[in-house]
T-cell receptor, first 109, second 115 residues
Framework: EDQVTQSPEALRLQEGESSSLNCSYT??????LFWYRQDPGKGPEFLFTLYSAGEEKEKERLKATLTKKESFLHITAPKPEDSATYLC??????????FGTGTQLKVEL | DAGVIQSPRHEVTEMGQEVTLRCKPI?????LFWYRQTMMRGLELLIYFNNNVPIDDSGMPEDRFSAKMPNASFSTLKIQPSEPRDSAVYFC?????????????FGDGTRLSIL
């Protein structure tokens, strides 16, 4: 059974304080990994897809990386508007995604 | 472009009542998904459709839950009778075919409270 574990569960940063979120997975035959951002009262919003170990994707202050066992979402010099819950997911059979429980990020001034 | 549209945004009802949640996927998307999100269990896939046909309903918790997709632009998730433990946020998502390369796009959910 596919499993996705995210850490930490919650993270509080000062504005400008860089950090990383972790997503470790157990899946038979990785076919990609997705990162989403979820704001309170909203649905998850797609950020990145990574397909193979060594791949990196960037968007503004976010950079996602992938190894054979885990993915990292690096946040460089975060701002308060980066506060959200970040979810990762891996595709299983068919078009089904298994989601992690997310990391709740709070960036303070 | 219009995203995935869900209605209602909030629903409060009493135990035993029938609840119907609605979803309009993004035009042209072949896949439609229904998820449930709770603090304890996170996002769980309930059922998904491909070209209006249910493909996998193994995540539907009980026979009280049913879902239909009568056409490419509309789907419903029904709970009858509802119970307090059904309280959660229900999301609908859609994606293009070739799902491994195409992300799922989510609506803003229906927050359901069963009293």
């Amino acid at each position: 059974e596919d499993q996705v574990t995210q850490s930490p569960e919650a993270l509080r940063l000062q504005e400008g304080e860089s950090s990383s979120l972790n997503c470790s997975y157990t899946v038979s035959g990785l076919r990609g990994l997705f990162w989403y951002r979820q704001d309170p009262g909203k649905g998850p919003e797609f950020l990145f897809t990574l397909y193979s170990a060594g791949e990196e994707k960037e968007k503004e202050r976010l950079k996602a990386t992938l190894t054979k066992k885990e993915s990292f979402l690096h946040i460089t010099a975060p701002k308060p508007e980066d506060s959200a819950t970040y979810l990762c997911a891996v595709p299983g059979g068919g078009n089904k995604l298994t989601f992690g429980t997310g990391t709740q990020l709070k960036v303070e001034l | 472009d219009a995203g995935v549209i869900q209605s209602p945004r909030h629903e409060v009802t009493e135990m035993g009542q029938e609840v119907t949640l609605r979803c309009k996927p993004i035009s042209g998307h072949d896949y439609l998904f229904w998820y449930r999100q709770t603090m304890m269990r996170g996002l769980e896939l309930l059922i998904y459709f491909n070209n209006n046909v249910p493909i996998d309903d193994s995540g539907m918790p009980e026979d009280r839950f049913s879902a239909k997709m009568p056409n490419a632009s509309f789907s419903t998730l029904k709970i009858q009778p509802s119970e307090p433990r059904d309280s959660a946020v229900y999301f609908c998502a859609s994606s293009l075919r070739d799902g491994f390369n195409q992300p799922q796009h989510f609506g803003d959910g229906t927050r359901l409270s069963i009293l």
